[in-house]
Protein backbone atom coordinates (compact mmCIF):
# COMPACT_ATOMS: atom_id res chain seq x y z
CA UNK A 1 0.00 0.00 0.00
CA UNK A 2 1.19 3.60 -0.88
CA UNK A 3 1.28 6.36 1.44
CA UNK A 4 0.78 9.98 0.82
CA UNK A 5 2.98 12.53 3.16
CA UNK A 6 1.70 16.13 3.45
CA UNK A 7 3.90 19.08 4.12
CA UNK A 8 0.87 21.64 5.01
CA UNK A 9 1.49 25.12 5.25
CA UNK A 10 -1.08 28.15 4.65
CA UNK A 11 0.05 29.00 0.76
CA UNK A 12 1.51 25.46 -0.29
CA UNK A 13 1.52 21.84 0.88
CA UNK A 14 4.13 19.34 -0.37
CA UNK A 15 3.29 15.91 -1.68
CA UNK A 16 5.12 12.79 -1.84
CA UNK A 17 4.78 9.60 -2.48
CA UNK A 18 5.80 6.16 -0.90
CA UNK A 19 7.14 3.22 -2.83
CA UNK A 20 4.32 -0.12 -2.64
CA UNK A 21 6.41 -1.50 -0.14
CA UNK A 22 6.75 1.22 2.31
CA UNK A 23 10.35 1.69 2.25
CA UNK A 24 11.16 5.00 0.51
CA UNK A 25 9.37 8.14 -0.15
CA UNK A 26 9.44 10.46 -2.77
CA UNK A 27 8.48 14.15 -3.09
CA UNK A 28 6.43 14.42 -6.11
CA UNK A 29 4.67 18.05 -6.01
CA UNK A 30 3.66 21.05 -4.56
CA UNK A 31 -0.45 22.35 -4.58
CA UNK A 32 -0.90 25.88 -4.14
CA UNK A 33 -3.66 26.65 -1.76
CA UNK A 34 -4.82 29.64 0.28
CA UNK A 35 -5.76 29.27 3.94
CA UNK A 36 -7.92 32.37 4.01
CA UNK A 37 -9.74 31.64 1.39
CA UNK A 38 -10.61 28.16 2.36
CA UNK A 39 -9.08 26.59 -1.29
CA UNK A 40 -7.39 23.61 0.31
CA UNK A 41 -6.22 22.00 -2.89
CA UNK A 42 -8.33 18.08 -2.09
CA UNK A 43 -9.28 18.15 -5.54
CA UNK A 44 -5.44 17.87 -7.09
CA UNK A 45 -4.65 15.75 -3.82
CA UNK A 46 -7.48 13.42 -5.13
CA UNK A 47 -6.09 12.83 -8.74
CA UNK A 48 -3.07 12.02 -6.78
CA UNK A 49 -4.42 9.58 -4.87
CA UNK A 50 -5.83 8.15 -7.68
CA UNK A 51 -2.90 8.52 -10.11
CA UNK A 52 -0.67 6.49 -7.36
CA UNK A 53 -3.16 4.25 -5.28
CA UNK A 54 -2.73 5.91 -2.15
CA UNK A 55 -3.98 3.81 0.58
CA UNK A 56 -3.58 6.18 3.23
CA UNK A 57 -1.98 9.42 4.29
CA UNK A 58 1.15 10.77 6.82
CA UNK A 59 0.30 14.35 7.44
CA UNK A 60 3.05 16.68 9.41
CA UNK A 61 2.33 17.62 12.31
CA UNK A 62 4.08 20.83 13.33
CA UNK A 63 4.87 20.57 17.13
CA UNK A 64 5.80 23.43 19.18
CA UNK A 65 9.76 22.98 20.28
CA UNK A 66 8.60 21.70 24.02
CA UNK A 67 6.42 19.14 22.09
CA UNK A 68 3.00 21.33 22.62
CA UNK A 69 0.70 22.26 19.65
CA UNK A 70 0.19 25.91 18.57
CA UNK A 71 -1.97 27.53 15.42
CA UNK A 72 0.06 25.27 12.47
CA UNK A 73 -0.68 21.79 14.42
CA UNK A 74 -4.47 22.54 14.68
CA UNK A 75 -4.47 23.85 10.73
CA UNK A 76 -3.01 20.30 9.89
CA UNK A 77 -5.35 18.60 12.44
CA UNK A 78 -7.85 20.03 10.27
CA UNK A 79 -6.61 19.32 6.78
CA UNK A 80 -6.63 15.70 8.43
CA UNK A 81 -10.03 16.07 9.47
CA UNK A 82 -10.41 17.19 5.49
CA UNK A 83 -9.02 14.13 3.98
CA UNK A 84 -10.61 11.70 6.59
CA UNK A 85 -14.08 12.94 5.52
CA UNK A 86 -13.14 12.89 1.66
CA UNK A 87 -11.28 9.89 1.10
CA UNK A 88 -12.23 7.40 4.30
CA UNK A 89 -8.72 6.71 3.95
CA UNK A 90 -6.45 6.45 7.04
CA UNK A 91 -4.94 9.51 8.36
CA UNK A 92 -1.43 9.48 10.79
CA UNK A 93 -0.01 12.45 11.61
CA UNK A 94 4.53 12.43 12.29
CA UNK A 95 6.21 15.14 13.91
CA UNK A 96 7.56 17.50 11.43
CA UNK A 97 9.49 19.74 13.54
CA UNK A 98 13.08 20.61 11.85
CA UNK A 99 11.97 19.20 8.66
CA UNK A 100 11.72 22.10 6.62
CA UNK A 101 15.11 23.62 8.35
CA UNK A 102 16.52 19.82 7.45
CA UNK A 103 15.64 20.33 3.98
CA UNK A 104 17.25 23.59 3.50
CA UNK A 105 19.94 22.65 4.77
CA UNK A 106 19.99 19.11 2.39
CA UNK A 107 19.56 21.77 -0.95
CA UNK A 108 22.38 23.71 0.47
CA UNK A 109 24.87 21.41 1.23
CA UNK A 110 24.18 18.70 -1.49
CA UNK A 111 23.09 21.12 -4.06
CA UNK A 112 24.10 24.39 -5.73
CA UNK A 113 20.66 26.48 -6.00
CA UNK A 114 19.74 29.94 -5.25
CA UNK A 115 17.30 30.92 -2.58
CA UNK A 116 14.24 31.28 -4.81
CA UNK A 117 14.94 27.55 -6.36
CA UNK A 118 14.85 26.42 -3.35
CA UNK A 119 12.19 28.04 -2.06
CA UNK A 120 9.92 26.05 -5.45
CA UNK A 121 11.09 22.61 -4.33
CA UNK A 122 11.43 22.77 -0.34
CA UNK A 123 7.82 21.98 0.97
CA UNK A 124 7.88 18.92 -1.67
CA UNK A 125 11.17 17.76 0.29
CA UNK A 126 9.70 18.19 3.34
CA UNK A 127 7.23 16.02 2.86
CA UNK A 128 9.26 13.58 1.95
CA UNK A 129 11.10 13.93 5.02
CA UNK A 130 8.38 13.68 6.91
CA UNK A 131 6.58 10.28 4.89
CA UNK A 132 10.21 8.76 5.76
CA UNK A 133 10.70 9.29 9.05
CA UNK A 134 7.32 8.04 9.44
CA UNK A 135 8.21 5.02 6.92
CA UNK A 136 11.20 4.75 8.91
CA UNK A 137 9.66 4.71 12.53
CA UNK A 138 6.19 2.89 11.72
CA UNK A 139 7.33 0.54 8.71
CA UNK A 140 9.35 -1.69 9.92
CA UNK A 141 6.87 -3.02 12.59
CA UNK A 142 4.46 -3.72 9.46
CA UNK A 143 7.45 -5.42 7.54
CA UNK A 144 8.46 -7.59 9.80
CA UNK A 145 4.72 -8.90 10.40
Given at each position: ???????????????????????????????????????????????????????G????????????????????????????E????????????L?????????????????????????????GL????????H???????
Amino acid sequence: MKLMGLDVGSRTVGVAISDALGWTAQGIEIIRIDEEAEVFGIDRVAELVKEHDVGGFVVGLPKNMNNTLGPRAAASQHYGEMLTERFHLPVDFEDERLTTVEAERMLVEQADTSRRKRKRVIDKLAAGLILQNYLDRHGKLTREK
